[in-house]
């Protein structure tokens, strides 16, 4: 059974840095491309990045509104994924989930409050 | 404001059809997959359909998705009182710096 657990999150000030984890279980982490997708509170979902596989290259993708700030990578020995958040802004608090593939399974996601 | 347009609502009795309407454009609906996801109340979001209409193992054949051009849909037959939940579409855009694109997500009611 794919299992996917996210964890890190909580209250952060403006400006400030904190790193999501995510522990995958139930396939080959490895060979998996992986996104993380969040979700505003009462809002709908917004794509954030993703990497590739080792084997593909293991290039990371951002969105706009987090390119340059976020950093995406990836564990594949202790099968976990991660999103380095920098510079956080108010707008960045959200619900943020980690996704495989084609976002075929998603974990329960971790509430990131920023907020001074 | 989200690049896939759904409408914000829907609703339906037991018993009944309902589809929920996804609008793109060529550089995402019109040229990749679509994709349906199911977040029912306080839960992550699940997926429904995947490459226009395959369904994952579990999800019932009551639910089945469609596209034509750079629009998509998804139908829900025999409706449930569980079917309640927000829906989102979902598709690749081959945009430059632009990857997994939402629709904003349609909350349907079973009356």
């Known amino acids: 059974e794919v299992q996917l657990v996210e964890s890190g999150g909580g209250l952060v000030k403006p400006g400030g840095s904190l790193t999501l984890s995510c522990a995958a279980s139930?396939?080959?982490?490895?060979?998996?491309?992986m996104s993380w997708v969040r979700q505003a509170p009462g809002k709908g979902l917004e794509w954030v990045g993703r990497?590739?596989?080792?084997?593909?290259?293991?290039?990371?993708e951002y969105a706009a509104p987090v390119k340059g700030r976020f950093a995406i990578s990836r564990d594949d020995s202790q099968n976990t994924l991660y999103l380095q958040m920098n510079s956080l802004k108010t707008e960045d608090t959200a619900v943020y989930y980690c996704?495989?593939?084609?976002?075929?399974?998603w974990g329960q996601g971790t509430l990131v409050t920023v907020s001074s | 404001q989200s690049v896939l347009t759904q409408p914000p609502s829907a609703s339906g009795t037991p018993g009944q059809r309902v589809t929920i309407s996804c609008s793109g454009s060529?550089?995402?609906?019109?040229?990749?997959?679509v994709y349906w996801f199911q977040q029912l109340p306080g839960t992550a979001p699940k997926l429904l359909i995947y490459?226009?209409?395959q369904r994952p193992s579990g999800v019932p054949d009551r639910f089945s998705g469609s596209k034509s051009g750079t629009s998509a849909s998804l139908a829900i037959s025999g409706l449930r009182s569980e079917d309640e939940a927000d829906y989102y579409c979902?598709?690749?855009?081959?945009?430059?710096?632009?990857?997994?694109?939402f629709g904003g997500g349609t909350k349907l009611t079973v009356l």
């Open positions: 139930g396939f080959t982490f490895s060979n998996a491309w």
């Open positions: 060529s550089s995402n609906i019109g040229s990749n997959y």
């Open positions: 996704t495989t593939g084609i976002l075929d399974y």
């Open positions: 490459r226009n209409n």
């Open positions: 990497i590739e596989s080792k084997t593909d290259g293991g290039t990371t």
């Open positions: 979902a598709a690749w855009d081959d945009s430059p710096s632009v990857y997994w694109v």
